[in-house]
């Protein structure tokens, strides 16, 4: 059994961790830390997790985490870098939920979060934990730097546009919506059921922390692919706040400079042997609830009236693949295990 | 007071209708019709209005209807052009909220409503009922096609910047968002609490019967300003399914043709004296649940780090000023009084 | 014109009252303060009132309150018993939203609410603000006392078997379910959408502020309908908590003493002239988005197989005949307006 | 591996019992039947299953069931009865999630339902699938009655007090809400999302269906503990329905005539060792989005005040424990299984 510890599970991507892990069946946690929370047992928090998981909040201890294989962090950001080099120097793997590792740019970071940056030298490690893009990368890391659940969408949607290279990199659009467990566990008028039930809204249209970390994805694969030498993507990214509590659903607009490509079977070629991602039939429109509490990742690819715009719509959990689904997806293969191991559970419907 | 007909008022555009026109100072209604709920007191369908509407559904009679002044067509489409002309005749105001007169071209109607029109004589006389574009012409008209809910809100969103003709009309996109109101009341499969809620998800990216209708108005709007002398709007139109009940939210894409416009200035300008729209301070993002049962279309505008891109983002309510409100609206101007004349109440919030 | 005061016009009920009072034919807000939002335009913080209220949050200032006709207090309690003595000498009528004038016995309040009263003396001058029980005393009261949004239903529900004295009153039930909004707007985890939403649960099933007060608005009843000399009701009430955004349901159940009463004619006669209490037909179930918004309770009675248990179905809005309409019923009560001015708009249904 | 067969997998039974056998260790599913949607894949119909289960839906044929281990029935009542005694005559174990074979006198059921009873001779030998009180009959049958969701609620919340024959059987109050799943997946009206949410509603207060299945259980309890001889429960069932997908919650009302029992020793007590009954601290109120998703029952006790009054509040999944899971628990009884197998996914929160 592989020997999991969490930093930082108080809020829902801990206690989403927890929840898949209970079931994992090579992994357990053996130690949870709360600087807050220490002392209570966890079902006091989650009752969801009575009689399942038994342990109590402790305070950050190194010695402790070391004992683990591998440590979660799902903390806010600043956390992680304030402590992951002393667990990767007791050969412990971390993989962390957080934004502090996602960009490479300091300067970017440290725009873009507000503050200095406090394991800058840790960066060039850390491994983007997006396996359809990084499956060997990640096999072979010690840091993870988990992709924010925005941007697995966006990029998952773009990933086979951009390796083909036939869309126009000068205007692409990602109009995303999210469930508001996005913005975490804390107490704010904003989150409140009475002011985001039953309505909508966008937010940051002018501009979003998960931006650069998406464009910084998408010029990677522009790079890779040969159609660029340098960044030059150019992304309008909207999102939304969704009156739901989990889901994520990506609108993807851009526009084709080959109308030959058949996106539909571009789609389908490149995700063939993904366990987590699901290309749909054409004319489909994938529903967040077909992924809620799994790791999967829908896609649906629209071309109207065949012309040069192609849409594509693309569902996740944001807690489960656009955070700690993800993460244990990383876990496994870092471990050897198999890739879905704890991951296999469908959706919960309705 | 005027005296108001409704034909097919059991759907939610009707009974929408009903609220409103329960506390219209100068209208009231006379007449209510229903093929399915004839006998039926208007209370025992929709318990809200117990005390207030004492009227009971009638079937649809022309020497009935004529007794009105104006007579509000709130039935799916290909109802409204069987009855319409009768009514007309007899020198009765009709307002219809269905899609039977929006669609200037015949074959296109025909072509998306999958139907032989009955009344295409009657098309030419049609006024297009929104206010913002056509308050003269609707002052004077017998026979008003009120906008579509969608429709309202991309047209309202896009229409300053088609008038300035500052934008690229060959790449708009309106990716919109309504509630679940907009299917109607109907039942079906997937319609019901348990597929909608908690959930979210495009449909029709394709293709959606509101396109025709946005791209038509949108090339008006292109001609009037000299931009184009035809046809030539190229529009992207992405519905969504939002769990809420009245709402509507489109996010609108365009590319600035000339970077030295103000966009801010140029929205209040436009809307400065116009009472049901409201464009909000630079910076905004306007939310459903402030238009939640009022006739306010709130905008804002966001231009991220000052580039090409233009954001434009409406709300209304879809049942309100995207159907029975602007209906209204409409009613107000053609019969002299105030424009807001029981469309004043603010929003339902929280 | 009415000139109305709002202390404390911040949180929902606050937000209420003006969006009741901006459509009131015979009354208009001057003045709304606020000690947090000083010197912010209330549409700043609700922008469903832009455009229709221009007032801004001023300090609590006697002087300035003194020139209103009446004044609300929409507080949380404890403030209201610290200002109204220094507004009632100055002539100006004083309606109170929160609890600090509900209860008679002092030490009740203290004991319930975990504080010294500030203003007992002021506690007998009181009156209850139920319309339907003291109408007369409203008229003529300096200080309304309005009561909870749960007492509000279950009294009125009791009311028509109370005074027929046809109940055992040892053992009365209230099993009563709130939306989120009772909660107030303040920053709680228990209230984030992600909690409430999609669940339900009871709490403070042990006890809850508003037991006392119902029960002593219950054994009022029973006191004056002969039935006892004392204090003796025995009520065990249970609140719950809704994932929605407005409304209170009450399931009441009662043991009949007198199986001969017709508790269905029992209620009609009752609230046979009540312009806000509607008795439905024989069999109904109320739901309480046919009263979303509006000042109207609905109520229906049902006695399984004829036998002798009676049980009460009791829908308001929390807020509007739970707190902010009744208040203003009560307003234009004293001010000897028609009981529903500015009342009079049906519920927002769907 | 158990093959199990599924008989009317439409629905939402249908889709839970799929959802849960998807990762079941021990058990597959090889065959499920829908005459209306017969020749399609089960992933066309619940895309959450996509690449998890490959079925296709096909006429239901006893040959092919009769290879099964286990059948499940999910179909509406009336359907079991007609084909239950086939399959049985096969060998094969039947587990009936409809209401046909729950009620043992075969008139009450006959007037309830509304129709004659097709295979009356077989309902002695069913076996009423509720693990708490049946375990061993439940190992040794081979036809199950799997209780309804509020039969199974309200029967395991009142079983302590039952057994200990503590409380007046003259007069309990079960006050329950169930989600909106609990309708089914059929297209009505009244189960509209615009229609449900935002609302809250008592149903089928003067009698519902699974009122004489409760009592049944409740009597067979007293006569079990001698508290009488005969049939002598006087229950008063209200049902409510909650905006939200899954979950039941149940409110219990009863008199203790026994002061000196400590009610939370005995449920504590009853309950220890049962897998899926969780016995919460003292002064705790379940909430239902703690077992969403989960086969577990939540349960606290309160007696206010240390009075006789004793309340119960009970927590489940209605297609979980309140159907598919505990048919999958006695499948795991009936076949020697871990209790628990494929039953330990904690739920999903938020």
């Known amino acids: 059994m592989i020997k999991v510890g969490i930093v930082g599970a108080t809020g829902y991507t801990g206690v989403e961790l927890l929840r898949l892990l209970a079931v994992h069946p090579e ?11 220490q002392g209570k047992p966890v079902a006091d928090l989650y009752p969801s997790l009575r009689g399942i998981i038994d342990l109590v909040f402790s305070q950050p ?34 993989i962390d939920l957080s934004a502090d590792f996602r960009i490479r740019d ?22 983007y934990g997006l396996p359809e893009l990084n499956r060997e990368a990640i096999a072979n890391a010690s840091l993870i730097a988990c992709p924010g659940c925005y941007p697995t969408s ?47 809204k966008a937010y940051a249209a002018s501009g979003h922390r998960h931006l650069p970390e998406i464009v910084q994805g998408l010029n990677d694969m522009a790079v890779a692919a040969g159609a660029v030498s340098d ?23 851009a526009n084709l400079t080959d109308l030959s490509v058949d ?6 070629a490149r995700y063939a042997n993904e366990p987590f991602v699901d290309v749909l039939p054409a004319g489909s429109h994938p529903q967040t609830n077909s992924v809620r509490g799994s790791n999967m990742c829908r896609i649906a690819v629209h071309r109207p009236a065949g012309g040069a715009k192609v849409i ?3 569902v996740e959990d944001n807690l489960t693949k656009g955070a700690s689904g993800q993460g244990i997806q990383c876990m496994n293969i870092i471990c050897g295990l198999a890739e879905n191991a704890g991951l296999a559970a469908p959706a919960l419907l309705p």
Not at 108 to 123: K, V
Not at 231 to 253: D, E, K, M, Q
């Open 263 to 268: 996106v539909q079977a571009l789609f389908e």
């Open 231 to 253: 960044a030059s993507v150019n992304l309008t990214f909207v999102p939304h706040l969704l009156p739901i509590n989990r889901g994520i659903h990506s609108t993807l607009y």
């Open 61 to 94: 201890n190194v010695d402790q985490l070391a004992q683990c294989d591998v440590v979660f962090f799902a903390t806010p950001h600043g956390v992680a870098q304030s402590m992951v080099a002393s667990i990767l120097e007791r050969g412990v793997k971390v």
């Open 154 to 200: 966006v990029q998952l949607g773009f990933l086979p546009l951009m390796e083909a290279g036939c869309i126009d990199l000068s205007d692409l659009i990602a109009n995303s919506a999210s469930g508001v467990s996005g913005a975490g566990r804390q107490a704010s008028i904003g989150a409140l059921h009475a002011e985001v039930s039953d309505s909508f």
């Open 27 to 37: 992994a357990e946690v053996t130690v949870i830390t709360s600087r807050s929370e």
């Open 106 to 127: 300091v300067a970017t970071w440290e725009s873009w979060y507000g503050q200095t940056h406090g394991a800058p030298e840790l960066i060039p490690q850390a491994v």
């Open 312 to 314: 594509v719509l693309v």
